[in-house]
């Protein structure tokens, strides 16, 4: 079973691990990702500052919801005490690599689901976010064309 940026969201997370444990077949494993907080994720970070800066929280605190959901240990208890064999719950980071670069970083972020509330700033907002978010970005990315990093938990349960 894969669960991919997912099971934060479920609103009864232990009714979920449940579920789980009853759908797997025996030796069965269960792998589940959830983002780590937001400052982690280096891209994503460096927006919500952006937008904390133009005094606009709102849009910050919507960019921080999939990202401060859930921490590493809710997560962990969940599963714990249901019965599976082995729970291993790691951190994993990556580099972040968007094809076209740092160019294609508003592209991006207008696809997220709070990239709406983005469009609905008047144009000079816009262009402002996007020129302070840019300069944020241009300081953090590495010779190799990385733009930071994307940090995740990762749990592996075995039944």
Known sequence: LL??????????????AK??????????????TTWRPVEECE????????????ELPDIANLMRVPF??????????AFRGLGFSKIELTVKS????????IDTATTFIYAT??????????EEMQELVFHLFLEKLKA??????????????????EK
Request: hydrophobic share 40%; net charge positive.
């Open 3 to 16: 669960c991919q940026q997912g099971f934060q969201f479920f609103p009864d997370k232990q009714k979920a």
């Open 43 to 54: 891209m994503f970070g460096a927006l919500c500052k952006t937008l904390e800066i133009l």
């Open 140 to 157: 953090m990315q590495t010779e190799d064309g990385a733009i930071g990093y994307m940090v995740a938990n990762v749990l592996i349960a």
């Open 68 to 77: 401060n959901f859930l921490t590493q240990q809710e997560l962990y208890e």
């Open 113 to 122: 689901p709070f990239g709406s509330h983005l469009r609905a700033l008047p």
């Open 94 to 101: 990556e580099p972040l690599y968007l094809k076209g670069g």
């Open 19 to 32: 579920e789980i444990y009853r759908v797997l077949k025996p030796k069965g494993k269960a792998v589940l």
